[in-house]
């Protein structure tokens, strides 16, 4: 443990109000701390916080939330387009596109605005926390914190430490996380795919292989999965929901970073998002959504 104390967090910023981004300020809002939530443009910031109403919304329909917290929790957030508005944050959390340029433009952004002691986090699945952290002076501060989607119900914060975090940023993480009621588990290493996606991603790229193969069918393959494992969604079923661009992104990243054949991306997936097959997002995958 470093010598330094551990920092408190009470207003938590976030950058990105896109699917990762409105759940992240949600599970805050909820947990009591003042959350700022950026977007890039008002339209982009409306389109947000209606995603997080919405989801609110089916908490409240649910029984998972009552009216008074419900009112209480949009009443903790403030949107805005103005980065100089998280420099009252303790702890950042960037969750914008998958691209390090685009995340270096934010951490350096960030790293001049925001108090000396704020935490700079990355919802990144795949993009080393150390890479990211190069562009700020304070990569002792930073770290990633990966959430999963619907991040108001998978119970799950991956933390990932890069190589200059420092025990009392991972420390204050981890109480944070705790406040939110996730469970943690801690990538140590920053390697690439942390820990699900180390797993998730051959698992993904092998299905679409056997398929390839003509091993079985896509729903065969689903129904195994589910029926056999007690899986909520099968392979392919999860790697629309997740979205084929997305996976794409990590295994070439994975790829990249390791040369390891098991994170080379099949034909099959790149043609698919070279045609605009997302996933449930774009409403054709590896299933059609556009007739349910
Ligand atoms: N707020 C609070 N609770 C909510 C909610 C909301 N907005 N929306 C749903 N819920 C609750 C429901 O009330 C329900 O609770 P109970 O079980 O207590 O009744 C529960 O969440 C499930 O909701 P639904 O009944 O609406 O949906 P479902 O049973 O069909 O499950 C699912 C949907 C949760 C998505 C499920 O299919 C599932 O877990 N799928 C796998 C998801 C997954 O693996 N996500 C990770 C993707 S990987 C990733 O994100 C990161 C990466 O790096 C790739």
């Not at 920092?7 to 009591?32: D, F, N």
């Not at 991603?201 to 299905?207: I, K, Q, R, S, T």
């Amino acid at each position: 443990m470093d010598n330094q104390s551990i920092p408190q967090i009470q207003t938590v910023g976030v950058i990105g109000c896109g699917l990762m981004g409105s759940g992240i300020v949600e599970v805050c809002a909820r947990a009591g701390f003042q959350v700022v939530v950026s977007e890039v443009s008002q339209e982009a910031l409306h389109a947000g916080l209606g995603r997080l109403r919405q989801s609110l919304d089916k908490g409240l329909a649910r029984g998972k939330l009552g009216q008074a917290e419900h009112a209480e929790a949009l009443d903790r957030v403030r949107g805005t387009t103005d980065f100089e508005d998280f420099a009252a944050c303790d702890l950042v959390i960037e969750a914008v596109l998958e691209n390090l340029d685009a995340k270096h433009q934010v951490f350096r952004r960030l790293d001049e605005i925001c108090p000396w002691h704020c935490i700079l986090a990355s919802n990144t699945s795949s993009i080393s926390i150390t890479k990211i952290a190069a562009a700020t002076d304070r990569p002792d501060k930073v770290i990633g914190a990966h959430f999963f989607n619907p991040v108001p119900v998978m119970p799950l914060l991956e933390i990932v430490r890069g190589l200059q975090t420092t025990d009392s940023t991972y420390q204050a993480l981890r109480a944070f996380g705790e406040r939110l009621d996730k469970r943690i588990v801690v990538a140590q290493k920053d390697n690439p795919g942390f820990i699900v996606n180390l797993l998730f991603v051959p698992y993904g790229l092998d299905a679409i292989r056997g398929l390839e193969q003509g091993v079985a069918s896509m729903e065969d393959f689903d129904t195994a999965m589910k029926l056999g494992m007690n899986h909520p969604m099968g392979p392919f079923e999860l790697m629309d929901f997740v979205g084929l661009d997305t996976m794409l992104f990590i295994a070439d990243a994975m790829y990249e970073e390791t040369k390891d054949p098991r994170y080379a991306a099949p034909p099959r997936l790149r043609q698919m998002v070279s045609a605009g097959m997302m996933g449930r997002k774009s409403g054709r995958g590896f299933y059609d959504y556009r007739k349910t």
